[in-house]
């Protein structure tokens, strides 16, 4: 039954477990062949994806963080400008849209009311709109342009996981798709993507074998009562969400931060035994970024903090400046926050079953708010 915890401790627990799952569903039957099929967009034409010339996201909560992570890449792809806004913002703010912009919402449910109000505003205001949902038949993907479902199968625990993934995963199909109409890419650039793409399902088993050593780590920080979280470019997001987790289900006061801006501010924050995750880029990118990260870690490590960090498998130059280092498998820039959020997603639920907190349903907090 979809309400069955299936031998887990939580709901949540076993959602994160399904975070590879929730991908594969999500890319089945639309990469073949080195390239991307979505046959759900037929009500939108090549020509309307080549005339569009803004895409915004809109989007609550985790799935709001989906859309800064999915953001990155849906631009570099399309060459089409993404901004990602909060949807209760969006609406209140007299935005600018016109019939050239493309409105793209992500939400599991479907019924976010603060989302759905904005899809209307947008189409309203001439925009097409496109649904990213979880849930067949909700009230967002009616009232959309078009739909792309994601394939998470049922989330019940509060705090959103498999989702988050296959959120992404969904940007990406419809970014490739985006691309390949407007040539933004090549069809050698799309087997690449599409290649690595499919090989995310399995790097995420891979990623969940450390939940073990993740759950020890959360049982030593019980007591915590503050995390921060640090990341840049993808990163960055996934530092956003991973404060998130910890807020909504462990009660901690969590923060992330984009970790150039450190030295704008929050390096004030930090003091003998501050623990803060860093999410480090894999060092084989040409960005130069996993350098930068290894500087910012000398930084908060210089002045006390404990680091733990979120890096590929093998990485060993972040070795000296951390109390723990989870590693992830080698992927391209683009698909490493698939695997960097998986640790988070295991910290948050095993730092909250440490408490002895209520997982899947934490106080205050509703699955999906109907309300506006
Ligand atoms: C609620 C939930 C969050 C969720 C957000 C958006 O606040 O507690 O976990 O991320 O709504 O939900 P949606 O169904 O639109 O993705």
Not at 121 to 135: D, L, P
Not at 236 to 250: D, M, Q, R, T, V
Not at 276 to 291: E, K, W, Y
Request: proline residues 5%; charged residues 25%; hydrophobic residues 40%.
């Amino acid at each position: 039954a979809a309400a069955d915890k299936g031998g887990w401790s939580s709901f949540m627990a076993k959602e994160i477990a399904e975070d590879p799952q929730a991908v594969e569903d999500t890319i089945r039957g639309r990469i073949t062949d080195g390239t991307v099929r979505l046959p759900d967009l037929e009500a939108l034409s090549d020509e309307y994806f080549r005339d569009i010339d803004r895409i915004l996201l809109i989007a609550c909560g985790t799935a709001y963080y989906s859309g800064l992570t999915g953001a990155y890449a849906l631009e570099q792809w399309t060459g089409v400008p993404v901004a990602v806004e909060l949807a209760h913002e969006f609406r209140y703010r007299e935005p600018v849209i016109t019939e050239r912009t493309l409105v793209v919402s992500l939400s599991q449910s479907g019924e976010t009311m603060d989302t759905l109000l904005a899809v209307r505003f947008a189409r309203e205001a001439g925009a097409k709109t496109i649904s990213i949902c979880n849930t067949q038949g909700a009230t967002i993907p009616r009232e959309s342009d078009s739909v792309v479902y994601t394939y998470a199968g049922p989330e019940v625990a509060v705090a959103s996981t498999k989702a988050f993934v296959a959120q992404i995963a969904a940007i990406y199909l419809l970014g490739l798709h985006i691309a390949k109409v407007r040539e933004t890419l090549t069809d050698e650039e799309i087997r690449v993507e599409t290649t690595e793409f499919q090989t995310i399902p399995d790097k995420l088993r891979e990623t969940l074998t450390h939940h073990e050593s993740i759950k020890e780590l959360a049982g030593w920080m019980a007591d915590t009562r503050s995390v921060l979280f640090l990341g840049r470019h993808t990163g960055y997001p996934i530092a956003l969400e991973g404060a998130l987790k910890l807020k909504e289900i462990a009660y901690i006061h969590a923060e992330g931060f984009a970790a150039g801006e450190l030295k704008h501010g929050p390096i004030a924050l930090i003091e003998p035994g501050q623990p803060v995750f860093v999410m480090v880029p894999s060092p084989r990118h040409d960005n130069g970024l996993h350098a930068k990260i290894v500087s910012n870690i000398e930084e908060i490590r210089a002045r006390g903090a404990h680091v733990l960090a979120v890096a590929e498998g093998g990485d060993a130059s972040v070795m000296p400046y951390t109390e723990a280092v989870f590693a992830t498998p080698p992927t391209s820039v683009f698909f490493e926050p698939f695997l960097k959020v998986v640790p988070l997603q295991i910290f948050a639920l095993e730092l909250s079953t440490a408490k002895g907190l209520d997982v899947d349903q934490p106080r205050n907090l509703a699955k999906s708010v109907t309300v506006e």
